[in-house]
T-cell receptor, first 113, second 113 residues
Framework: NAGVTQTPKFQVLKTGQSMTLQCAQD?????MSWYRQDPGMGLRLIHY???????DQGEVPNGYNVSRSTTEDFPLRLLSAAPSQTSVYFC????????????FGPGTRLTVL | LAKTTQPISMDSYEGQEVNITCSHN???????ITWYQQFPSQGPRFIIQ???TKVTNEVASLFIPADRKSSTLSLPRVSLSDTAVYYC??????????????FGKGTKLSVIP
């Protein structure tokens, strides 16, 4: 199993540009989530999904959209990038009955100029 | 979501046992206590989870007193490879509640040769 994969690993955007961070998992997990991590900070939840077709907001959802059309994929869209969105983004997944035990991807380091 | 408090940093020599204590005074009846480990430039990794008393696995032990207002992660005989940030999380029992994990700033453990 590849586990949780994220692409790209690195990305530089200009203010106002849009892009999609990809996340996929091959463990048939129902639960998927997106976090951002800023220097010296813990992870903050952006959006999460408890199954295909179902998404909900986390702690810091503004400026981000998500969709969950399949069990495997959970892309994160930045609609109009801002410097404040410069961060490392992690995707995670788990079974619904053990969502406290999440498997994390390797992260995407995003810089917005 | 219960708030957690843990030391910002700790140092330890190789071969010693390390105990990291987390305070969670407002823990709810349904809450579980979960610990994650994060190496630099990687996503967090689940270490251990418990509800009360003591839980042990191949990586660590988790001690939870009867009042559950704190918990202690114990790492036996640490090595340089245990240098990482350790996060204590408190969240609803699997399969219920808000389905949101809240990461604090964690404890940065530095293992010294």
């Amino acid at each position: 199993n590849a586990g949780v994969t994220q692409t790209p690993k690195f990305q530089v955007l200009k203010t106002g540009q849009s892009m999609t961070l990809q996340c996929a998992q091959d463990m048939n997990h129902e639960y998927m989530s997106w976090y951002r991590q800023d220097p010296g900070m813990g992870l903050r939840l952006i959006h999460y999904s408890v199954g295909a077709g179902i998404t909900d907001q986390g702690e810091v959802p503004n400026g981000y959209n998500v969709s969950r059309s399949t069990t495997e994929d959970f892309p994160l869209r930045l609609l109009s990038a801002a410097p404040s969105q410069t961060s490392v983004y992690f995707c995670a997944s788990s079974y619904m009955d053990s969502y406290n035990e999440q498997f994390f991807g390797p992260g995407t380091r995003l810089t917005v100029l | 979501l219960a708030k957690t408090t843990q030391p910002i940093s700790m140092d330890s020599y190789e071969g010693q046992e390390v105990n990291i204590t987390c305070s969670h005074n407002n823990i709810a009846t349904n809450d579980y206590i979960t610990w994650y480990q994060q190496f630099p430039s990687q996503g967090p990794r689940f270490i251990i989870q418990g509800y009360k008393t003591k839980v042990t696995n191949e990586v660590a032990s988790l001690f939870i007193p009867a009042d559950r207002k704190s918990s202690t992660l114990s790492l036996p005989r640490v090595s340089l490879s245990d240098t990482a940030v350790y996060y204590c999380l408190v969240g609803d029992r699997p399969g219920a509640g808000s389905y949101q994990l809240t990461f604090g700033k964690g404890t940065k453990l530095s293992v010294i040769p």
